[in-house]
Each structure stands twice: as C-alpha cells, then as structure tokens.
DNA sequence: ATGGTTGAATGTCAA
C-alpha cells in the first residue's frame, strides 16, 4: 500500500502537477493539503476519473485539506468536531479498509510570539487531545501531511541558525513530542536515521532548492504496528523542479499492507 | 534590504 502527502498551495492552481504524479505515482491513498477551494468548488471529477473517491474540508481563499483513496472511504471526521478551536479547514479524518488516515495543514505560525505563532502552540496542543481520545495506539494509524516544524537539525537546511525560529522552534518540538507519545514514528526518520532531505523549499528564497536551503516539514507517522510495515519513504525532488511547482513536494510511504 | 514569490481575490493577506 502507498500512501503519500501533498501541500499543493492551491488544488486548483496544481491540478496538472497533481494528475500527472498521481498516474506516474498511483498511492492508494494521497493527502492534501493547502486546497484553498470551498469543497462545492472542489475539481472532484478529474480525480474519481483517476479511481480515487474524495473526502474534503474545504474553505475559501486559505487552508483546505482533502484526501483522495482508491479504496472505499467509510467514514469521515471533518475538524476537530468541536467549538474550542477555530473552525479552519486544517483536519480530516477517514477510515478505509480498516486504517486510519489523518491528513493535517498544521498552522503556520508567521513570526515567533505572534498571535498566529500562539494559535500554532494551541492547535498542536487540541490536536494532541483529539488523538488521545478518540484512537488508540494499538490500532493501525497513519496521520500525515504539512505539519509545519522541522523537529531535528537534520530537517532544515542550517540548524543553528534556524533554531528559535517559526518552523525549528524549541516550544514547537515539545509540542510534536506530546502528540507522538502518543504512539507514533516518522516513518522516514525511522528509515533514514542519518540522511537529510528535504520537502519545502520557500519561494522568496532565490533558487532555494539549487542552494539546498529546504525544510522536511511534511512528514509520515504511523502506529508501531503499521511503521514496522513501512519499506520505503520517497521524497519526489524532480516535481518540485517542474513548471509551476507547489513550494512543497510529493512525499510517498511504501507499507507491507 | 522587513526584501523575495505565489495564489486567491481584486485590496491585501497568508505562506
């Protein structure tokens, strides 16, 4: 089984990167996230055409998330379900053949001590709850997709320079490890203990990728059943070379399932 | 140098 993550900035805008990945690629499952489209606006059938069907959390302008899977979806958590937090299109949630799939646009955060950087801090914290109470870590998980830290020094392109900032922030690791003691392992870390690669590449910066100035911050993590069926985590750096690129990348986990 | 680029929406915000 492949199931891969996707920050398009715009389903829209993306849609021919999308289409052509997604026929070289065929994952069983892809998450997106960054759709900016409400879901009535949503370009559902160039997607069911390719045998995928379609769960969304769409909103206008910002955000979005949608996750499409080739194999039936049989429920779907739109949010956290809840009025505590803000109510973006950051999270959906489905079933499908007996796994669990969480696809997050975690929060960007803007500069460190901001509003938006304390909204981060308390979206991470509610998501860290929204696990605990409603999955255990002994059934087969996987939540995926823009989470927006970069948690080690090999996940950013100059460590300690970067340390302190929004993205590579210590406030911002403690909170990643609350929510992975949960049960979860970065599928690709755990592959790749000592390897740096990365999946953004920030468009303000001057030719980002020929330089090597990249973040990882779209990840993979699954239960400790289903990481031990991970083979493979491949970052897709020839996509981000195409023409009209996300400033993301396509990331793709290859599971025993 | 508070810059740079991209997208949604059409002024300006978000990333």
Same mark, same amino acid.
């Given at each position: 089984? =492949?199931?891969?993550?996707?920050?398009?900035?715009? !389903?829209?805008?993306?849609?021919?990167?999308?289409?052509?990945?997604?026929? #070289?690629?065929?994952?069983?499952?892809?998450?997106?996230?960054?759709?900016?489209?409400?879901?009535?606006?949503?370009?559902?059938?160039?997607f069911?055409?390719?045998?995928y069907?379609?769960?969304?959390?769409?909103?206008k302008?910002?955000?979005?998330?949608?996750?499409?899977?080739?194999?039936?979806?049989?429920?779907?958590?739109?949010?956290?379900?809840?009025?505590?937090?803000?109510? &973006?299109?950051?999270?959906?949630?489905?079933?499908?053949?007996?796994?669990?799939?969480?696809?997050?646009? #975690?929060?960007?955060?803007?500069?460190?001590?901001?509003?938006?950087?304390?909204?981060?801090?308390?979206?991470?914290?509610?998501?860290?709850? @929204?696990?605990?109470?409603?999955?255990? $870590?002994?059934a $087969?998980?996987?939540?995926?997709?823009? #989470?927006?830290?970069?948690?080690?020094?090999?996940?950013?392109?100059?460590s300690?320079k970067?340390?302190?900032?929004?993205?590579h922030?210590? &406030?911002? @690791?403690?909170?990643?490890?609350?929510?992975?003691?949960?049960?979860?392992?970065d599928?690709?870390?755990?592959?790749?203990?000592?390897?740096?690669?990365?999946?953004?590449?920030?468009?303000?910066?001057?030719?980002?990728?020929? =330089?090597?100035?990249?973040?990882?911050?779209? /990840?993979?993590?699954?239960t400790?059943? #289903?990481?031990?069926?991970?083979?493979?985590?491949?970052?897709?750096? &020839?996509?981000?070379?195409k023409?009209?690129?996300?400033? /993301?990348?396509? !990331?793709?986990a290859?599971?025993?399932?």
């Amino acid at each position: 089984m =492949r199931i891969a993550t996707y920050n398009a900035a715009s !389903v829209r805008a993306r849609l021919p990167r999308l289409l052509e990945w997604l026929e #070289v690629n065929e994952p069983d499952i892809l998450a997106i996230q960054e759709t900016k489209v409400e879901d009535d606006k949503f370009p559902r059938e160039e997607f069911e055409a390719l045998g995928y069907e379609l769960a969304l959390n769409g909103q206008k302008a910002w955000n979005g998330v949608a996750t499409l899977s080739r194999t039936p979806i049989d429920s779907v958590i739109r949010g956290f379900e809840d009025e505590l937090m803000p109510s &973006d299109a950051r999270l959906i949630t489905i079933q499908t053949s007996g796994l669990t799939i969480i696809n997050t646009y #975690v929060p960007n955060g803007n500069t460190v001590g901001s509003d938006k950087w304390t909204y981060k801090l308390a979206w991470l914290e509610r998501f860290r709850r @929204f696990l605990r109470e409603r999955f255990s $870590p002994s059934a $087969p998980l996987i939540w995926l997709g823009d #989470v927006n830290i970069a948690p080690t020094p090999l996940d950013v392109y100059d460590s300690p320079k970067l340390l302190g900032s929004v993205g590579h922030h210590p &406030d911002e @690791f403690s909170r990643l490890a609350a929510i992975l003691d949960f049960g979860l392992i970065d599928c690709y870390r755990a592959l790749n203990a000592d390897e740096r690669a990365y999946t953004f590449w920030d468009f303000t910066v001057p030719r980002a990728l020929d =330089r090597g100035l990249g973040w990882r911050i779209d /990840h993979i993590y699954a239960t400790p059943d #289903v990481a031990g069926l991970c083979r493979e985590v491949q970052i897709d750096f &020839d996509a981000r070379r195409k023409e009209k690129p996300s400033d /993301h990348t396509f !990331v793709m986990a290859t599971f025993d399932l």
